[in-house]
Each structure stands twice: as C-alpha cells, then as structure tokens.
C-alpha cells in the first residue's frame, strides 16, 4: 500500500517548482509559459523529456480570454472546447519524437491581463497514467490564486491542487488563510467535494445542531450516512468545532473504508511518532491506517494528533487522500 501511494503521489508531486516537505524537486515532462503578444495571450508548452504522445486540458478564466487556436508540431489527434477549457491531443512518430526543450505545442488566446492558466497531462506517451496536473501559469505579472500563498509555500501545491477541483474557495479578498483553523464542518464539506456530493441528494442530517439551511448541511448528511461521521454523540455533530488531527484521520478513515480501500494496517509507523501514546482510543485504529500509508507525516518526529488541524495541514493531507484513491 505504501509503495502504491509513494508512486501516485510522485505522478503529480513531478510537477513543483519547488521543493517540498514531501518530495525533492524533480523534472516536470512539460512545462508551459503564458506571454501576453499583441493583445493575445500565447501559452507555449515545451517537453521536459522525450514524447510522442499525450493529451492536454488548459483550464482558463473565460470571463478574461477566448480560447482561438492551437498550433501543433505534429498531428493534432483530437480538440475539444467547452467553457473555460480546451482539451487537446497530440502524437507523432517515434522518429520525429519531441525532445527537451521541444516546443509540443501553442494555445492562442484572445484577452490580456493578469490570469491564471491550470494545465492538465494524461496519457503521457500512452501511459495510462491518473491526471497530472502542472503548477498554474501564469502571465509575467507573476499572479497567483490566493494573495497569501506564496509559491514557495511548502503548502502551494496541496492549496493549488484542491482549488482546481473545486474543493476550497478560499475565505474572500482573494485569501487563504493557510495558518487559520478549520472546523469540522468544512472539513466534512471538503470530503464531500471530492466526492462530488450534490445537495440536494442528502437534505437532513439528523443532528440537532446542524442548520438544514447552512452550507455544509448536506455534506454533514451524507457523512453521516455513510458512516463517515457518527457526531460527538447521537444528537450533535458540533459543526463549529474545530477539527483536530485525529479526528481528521478517523474521517478520512472511514471515508477510506467507504470508497473500499483496504484500511486494515501493520502498525509499523504510529510508534516511531514520540508522541505515539496522546493518540485517543477510539482514533488509533485511523492513525495506525493514516500513518502507515503516508497521510499523515508528522513533523519533529511528532504526530501532535489532538492539535487542531490548519487549513493548510487539512488541503494536504486531503490532497494526499486522493492520491491515494486514484
């Protein structure tokens, strides 16, 4: 299990620019560049290694530009457009292989000013690889999503990562808040997210101390019905509460469980963690699970499992989940 997880989370982890806490910084197969030309936006995307093949989806604001053209050095397998996205194919022989370096390919947008672009790999060579998703890119200005994530963050990219698909928001005026706490209703909401939850699906929760009206009303119902929360007690789920680690991992545990991963674990990791023994009971089982298969690190050689869990702590761990379900 934890091989399986270090080589899924190394397909997407291939594309820092920077070092992380979780991986040194290898080489990205592509790498793009956003350049603003004659009131057009070119995004030039070059090979960080050999290739032949592959197929790339270039996210963008659509309010800003409009996607006009694509130029391929090469056969142009496929083109898909929809709202703020363009989806493209590529392929050539093995003879005329794009080497480092190698321009493989130039979107052309209509529109200028700052933006963000965020560019997605599959198939990379006809590898039947999960998406690999590059860092955003952006124009010269240097913009970035959140105004108080910097890009060398050890958290940039677990931020980056869960705001693609729609997980996190940010708190308003373009901020993150990766210091904040989080509670256990966005946590749970974050969960059901990645899940793709709909609302209207999961209406009542069951606990009295949950607004049907409020937000995370039908994520704290699906979690409750599927097991993945059971409250703080039959009545109450404390919504406003913040999450603590343990309590993270026990969530992510059962969600683990739901999605039927085999959760069952060696306990060879928990007791390196010096702080082993402040782990709850009724969190163990979740923390031998979350420790084992890389989810959760600690740092200092400590787990600090009943500390409250930060937004920037929570993106990662999550990011490192789904990673695990791909």
């Not at 290694?49 to 592959?54: K, R």
């Not at 990791?269 to 089982?285: C, E, I, N, P, R």
Request: aromatic letters at 10%.
């Amino acid at each position: 299990m934890r091989k399986l997880y270090a080589l899924l989370l190394a397909l997407v982890l291939v594309f820092s620019f920077t070092a992380t806490a979780l991986a040194a910084e290898p080489t990205a197969p592509l790498t793009g560049s956003l350049v603003e030309q004659d009131g057009a936006m070119v995004l030039t995307l070059k090979a960080e290694e050999d290739t032949v093949s592959g197929t790339i989806t270039v996210f963008y604001d659509g309010e800003k530009l409009t996607f006009k053209e694509v130029k391929v050095d090469g056969t142009l397998t496929s083109l898909t457009e929809g709202d703020g996205f363009v989806t493209l194919g590529y392929a050539v022989s093995t003879t005329e292989a794009f080497s480092r370096g190698d321009t493989v390919a130039e979107l052309i947008f209509e529109g200028s000013g700052e933006t963000l672009m965020d560019i997605r790999v599959e198939n990379f060579n006809e590898n039947n690889n999960p998406n690999q998703y590059l860092p955003v890119v952006t124009n010269p200005q240097g913009m970035t999503r959140f105004k108080d994530v910097s890009r060398n963050a050890w958290y940039y990219d677990a931020v980056e990562y869960s705001a693609q698909r729609g997980w996190v928001n940010g708190v308003g005026n373009d901020l993150f808040m990766p210091e904040g706490n989080l509670n256990r209703a966005m946590f749970v909401t974050i969960l059901g997210r990645m899940e793709g939850v709909q609302a209207g699906d999961f209406p009542v929760s069951g606990f009295a101390d949950v607004d049907e009206d409020a937000y995370y009303a039908p994520y704290v119902s699906w979690a409750a019905e599927t097991g993945i929360t059971t409250g703080m007690n039959e009545t109450e789920f404390d919504p406003n509460g913040l999450v603590t680690r343990e309590q993270a991992a026990t969530f992510m545990y059962r969600y683990a469980g739901y999605k039927g991963l085999d959760t069952d674990s060696a306990d060879k990791t928990l007791k390196t963690f010096s702080d082993h023994t402040a782990v709850s009971t009724w969190a163990t089982d979740a923390m031998i699970w979350a420790t084992d298969c890389g989810l959760f690190i600690g740092t200092g050689g400590k787990l600090a499992p009943r500390a409250t869990m930060t937004r920037a702590q929570a993106v990662t761990v999550l990011q490192r989940m789904d990673l695990l379900l791909s």
